[in-house]
């Protein structure tokens, strides 16, 4: 009894080894990635900001789905929403507040693959200091060696997200909805295998 179970352990021990081994590093491509949001004005219309300072990485097996070890850092002060006074308001206390709050984060441990090519990822997003989870829809888009310069492997992938602003008290214009409180998130990636 005692040599099976050894045995048995022996064999668990082995296959998450492997399991482990197989999983890659991947890292955001700065030059090929956007994480950018739209949040309603006044019912006119929407509004589109990009953040253009980031870094992130994930562990993933291509075969499995498996995915771990997702963080993401933004530097809040690279909003750019293409109007330099709005640009300004949006990085003061009114909205990110980027001198006491410089970083937006988001970590997760794991995601959940709802077919080949799809899944969902829920970690914990934090902005101003505030943590909530988010689930981010992701598609899959392309795995392949990359064409150009180097031979790495990379995963080209879609993801969005909403929240409501004001979860992370950001709660300016939202009572007299001069600036919608739900917001749109949208990130197109290329991630380069780095292991």
Request: glycine residues 8%.
């Amino acid at each position: 009894m005692m040599r099976t179970l050894l045995a048995t352990m022996a064999f668990f021990a082995t296959f998450t080894a492997t399991a482990q081994a197989d999983m890659a590093r991947y890292k955001l491509d700065p030059e090929h990635t956007a994480i950018y949001f739209t949040v309603d004005h006044i019912g006119f219309a929407k509004t589109l900001g990009i953040f253009t300072d980031l870094d992130g990485s994930f562990m993933y097996d291509v075969d499995t789905q498996e995915l771990g070890d997702v963080a993401v850092t933004i530097n809040a002060a690279s909003v750019n929403t293409f109007n330099e006074a709005r640009d300004g308001h949006v990085r003061n206390r009114d909205f990110l507040n980027t001198a006491e709050h410089p970083q937006i984060t988001f970590v997760a441990s794991g995601g959940t693959p709802v077919s080949d090519m799809s899944g969902t990822v829920t970690g914990d997003l934090t902005i101003l200091g505030v943590t909530r989870p988010v689930t981010l829809d992701v598609t899959l888009n392309k795995v392949a060696d990359y064409p150009f310069g180097h031979q790495h492997q990379v995963l080209g992938l879609s993801m969005t997200a909403t929240i409501q602003r004001s979860d992370f008290g950001m709660t300016y214009a939202v009572a007299n909805e001069l600036v919608g409180d739900e917001v749109s998130i949208n990130i197109e990636t290329e991630a380069m295998k780095t292991d």
